[in-house]
């Protein structure tokens, strides 16, 4: 379970810890480790990232918040399967169930691919992406449901997205930046993403973000698959999930692993907490 959040079947009747149907935010693991394409281990994300979030307290003192105080509640992880199409459909569905509840999903990954079912439960109108990669193959190595395909999935294949803001990414495909300077899409540089604010830009839209912590530099974040240097800086990372969670209805931190002492996992707990304390004080 996600430190300061309350178990899936645990039933409460106090104010400030609210039961399932009550619950403001609900974070659910998703351990997909189909398509990595060069350290695999994404499929111990969640536990990790649980797992590395023990240490830090529950007060935040920028916000004058409690973590255990906002309604989180942890729902486990939704193990994965062999069948991916079907496995995300079954994932949506389940992300689904939270936003008709008026919650927001909060989803710990697992390889990039499980953006697509969160991107279907919430239906927004743009997609802010922190990423290295621009992830916009049509399909990589055959494969349409590739991670590294997920943008383009999220942009071509679910009709109420209009926008793509890629933020940090640093690499691609000569296809991959053709398709990436269609009006459709933004891509901020890592030097430039310090300086970027989202401005009125996500007034009066519904907004999903998405971090792949290999946007972080890997001087940081070494425990993800697919390492690209000149990355960003944990702060910089911060920042835009904090600008960005009052807007947003849904929200994940995928390509965690277990290859290296934690500091990667860690990284992804810390930008939760700070998603859910930006969102509740927006």
Partial sequence: M??????????TDTADRPTRDGANFVVVGAPLDATTTFQ??????????????????????????????LGVADRGDVRAWNDVPEYLEYLA???????????????????????????????????VCLDAHLDLYDAYDGNPLSH???TRRILEDVDSVEEVVLLGAR??????????????????????????????????????????????DPGYAPGTGTMEPFGLEPREL????????????????????????????????KLVREFVFSHADG
Avoid: C, K, M
């Fill in 238 to 269: 911060r920042d835009v999930v904090r600008s960005v969670a009052p807007h947003a209805s849904g929200f994940d931190v995928v390509e965690v692993n277990d290859r290296d002492d934690g500091q990667t996992a860690a990284l992804a707990a």
């Fill in 93 to 127: 569905s389940t992300l689904r169930e939270a936003v008709w509840n008026d919650a927001v999903p909060l989803v710990l990954g697992g390889e990039h691919t499980v953006s697509l079912a969160g991107v279907r439960a919430v239906e927004p109108e743009v997609f």
């Fill in 40 to 69: 695999p281990g994404t499929r111990f994300g969640p536990r990790r990232i649980r797992s590395l979030a023990e240490p830090f307290d529950d007060y935040d003192s920028r916000t004058d918040q409690h973590f255990s105080t």
């Fill in 171 to 216: 690499t691609g495909s000569e296809t991959e930046w053709e398709r990436a300077a269609a009006d459709d899409v933004t891509v901020v540089p890592p030097e430039a993403v310090g300086e970027w604010s989202p401005g009125d830009r996500l007034a009066d839209r519904e907004v999903y973000l998405s971090v792949d912590i290999d946007a972080a």
């Fill in 148 to 150: 590294a395909a997920v």
């Fill in 2 to 11: 996600f430190p300061g959040a309350t178990d899936d079947g645990e039933a």
